[in-house]
């Protein structure tokens, strides 16, 4: 099992009592506002929340979702996930971070963390990430990160949003294993 720590977060697996986090990420339309996803009834947070703790049972496992966890109070301020392609021998990363805890450099300490267990502890090749064009502050996040942008993809992800189907651009950014030895 994948744990990990950084100065001031613990990466810890989801378990069946995040059921709060999960709801307070996946109900605030602001947190959301840059994915495809639409707000969770409570029903639908206890399915999302089955199928991440799940996930970490398979063998092989493919989703690492995490629970973003501050060491000093042990107050968690949101989630991140790798999710491995097996057959491009890829991390995919991102994370949702709980609105009072936005601009305290949490999303780029856990992306460091994130791809450092993609290329040392899981031995990928490659890391990407996706964002919508809109959302600078994850752009920033990525190219602190490392990445590069590679692709701008014209209305590839389907949003739904309070019953409203729309399709947004999309960019992808990625880091290679061999990048890292460089820096």
Same mark, same amino acid.
């Given at each position: 099992?994948?744990?990990?720590?950084?100065?001031? #977060?613990?990466?810890?697996?989801?378990?069946?009592?995040? #059921?709060?986090?999960?709801?307070?990420?996946?109900?605030?339309?602001?947190?959301?506002?840059?994915?495809?996803?639409?707000? #969770? !009834?409570?029903?639908?947070?206890?399915?999302?929340?089955?199928?991440?703790?799940?996930?970490?049972? #398979?063998?092989?496992?493919?989703?690492?979702?995490?629970?973003?966890?501050?060491?000093? /109070?042990?107050?968690?301020?949101?989630?991140?996930?790798?999710?491995?392609?097996?057959?491009? /021998?890829?991390?995919?990363?991102?994370?949702?971070?709980?609105?009072?805890?936005?601009?305290?450099?949490?999303?780029?300490?856990?992306?460091?963390?994130?791809?450092?267990?993609?290329?040392?502890?899981?031995?990928?090749?490659?890391?990407?990430?996706?964002?919508?064009?809109?959302?600078?502050? !994850?752009?920033?996040?990525?190219?602190?990160?490392?990445?590069?942008?590679?692709?701008?993809?014209?209305?590839?992800?389907?949003?739904?949003?309070?019953?409203?189907? !729309?399709?947004?651009?999309?960019?992808?950014?990625?880091?290679?294993?061999? /990048? !890292?030895?460089?820096?």
């Amino acid at each position: 099992m994948i744990v990990s720590e950084t100065e001031r #977060l613990l990466l810890r697996p989801f378990c069946h009592e995040d #059921l709060e986090l999960i709801l307070r990420l996946y109900t605030d339309s602001e947190i959301l506002r840059y994915t495809p996803f639409d707000i #969770l !009834s409570r029903e639908a947070a206890e399915l999302h929340l089955a199928k991440i703790v799940r996930d970490w049972e #398979l063998d092989p496992q493919k989703s690492f979702e995490f629970v973003l966890v501050r060491k000093e /109070d042990r107050e968690p301020v949101g989630r991140c996930h790798i999710l491995i392609d097996p057959e491009t /021998d890829t991390g995919m990363i991102g994370w949702l971070l709980l609105k009072e805890h936005w601009g305290k450099h949490y999303a780029l300490e856990s992306g460091e963390a994130l791809i450092h267990c993609c290329f040392e502890t899981l031995g990928l090749h490659r890391v990407n990430a996706v964002c919508n064009p809109a959302n600078m502050a !994850s752009r920033r996040v990525l190219e602190q990160l490392g990445l590069r942008l590679e692709a701008y993809y014209r209305k590839k992800c389907r949003y739904q949003k309070n019953g409203v189907v !729309s399709w947004e651009d999309e960019l992808e950014y990625a880091r290679l294993k061999e /990048d !890292s030895q460089h820096d």
